[in-house]
């Protein structure tokens, strides 16, 4: 079954640069979920989107922003990165807003910043 | 503000042995709990998911349970073997707004 993809696996940007996540939903998977998980931490949600709109914000820097296009993938754009700004980005997908069926995670994109 | 703890932090254990994860919430207003695997610097898989409405979901070796009431879900894990070795983490999601909220994870270790 396909499941959530991103791209790239591995990102290594010095501070400043910035950085474009993608994420490609599971089919007819119209909910994308962004999260950030710092080293030794748990996930911590950063934004979402339905049906190509903004449903829910949450610990996402003024620095960061996605969107979700036409075909439901997501991307998310990272300036002026900073040394914390390394972490593990995961993207998850839903079938209709409200989770109610269950996320699925993409494999995440590791990023790090030096 | 919605609290997940997950207890306990980190669990080592012989081959074979059957275990508990235990993982509780502070408003029990949820929609439904995930639990999700993770190896480390992998990405998160989802074991299973229980609708607020259901008592208990089980996959094959696994089987969680639910008491909203209670605030709380366990996961049981029989047979263990080495390859369960992993973080496990319960995720609880509420409604009135989109994300999950997870707790920080028990670190399974599977000795053979």
């Known amino acids: 079954a396909a499941g959530v993809i991103q791209s790239p696996r591995h990102l290594i940007k010095e501070k400043r640069e910035t950085a474009t996540l993608k994420c490609y939903p599971i089919?007819?998977?119209?909910?994308v979920y962004w999260y950030q998980q710092g080293p030794g931490q748990d996930p911590q949600f950063l934004i979402s989107?339905?049906?190509?709109?903004?449903?829910d914000k949450g610990s996402i820097p003024d620095r960061f922003s996605a969107q979700q296009f036409s075909d439901y993938h997501s991307e998310l754009n990272m300036s002026s990165l900073e040394l914390g700004d390394s972490a593990l980005y995961f993207c998850?997908?839903?079938?209709?807003?409200?989770?109610?069926?269950?996320?699925?995670f993409g494999s995440g994109t590791r990023l790090t910043v030096v | 503000k919605q609290e997940v703890t997950q207890i306990p932090a980190a669990l080592s254990v012989p081959e074979g042995e059957n275990l508990v994860l235990n993982c509780s919430f502070t408003?029990?207003?949820?929609?439904?709990l995930q639990w999700f695997r993770q190896d480390p610097g992998k990405g998160l898989t989802s074991l299973l998911l229980?609708?607020?409405?259901?008592r208990e979901q089980t996959s094959g070796r696994l089987n969680a349970s639910l008491d909203k009431s209670s605030g709380r879900s366990t996961l049981y894990i029989a047979a263990s073997q080495p390859g369960d070795s992993a973080t496990y983490l319960c995720?609880?999601?509420?409604?009135?707004?989109?994300?999950?909220?997870f707790g920080k994870g028990t670190k399974l270790t599977v000795n053979p």
């Open positions: 998850a997908s839903s079938l209709g807003s409200g989770g109610v069926g269950g996320y699925t």
């Open positions: 089919p007819r998977h119209d909910t």
């Open positions: 989107f339905y049906e190509k709109m903004q449903s």
């Open positions: 408003d029990s207003a949820i929609y439904n």
């Open positions: 229980i609708q607020s409405s259901q």
């Open positions: 995720a609880v999601f509420q409604g009135g707004s989109e994300k999950l909220v």
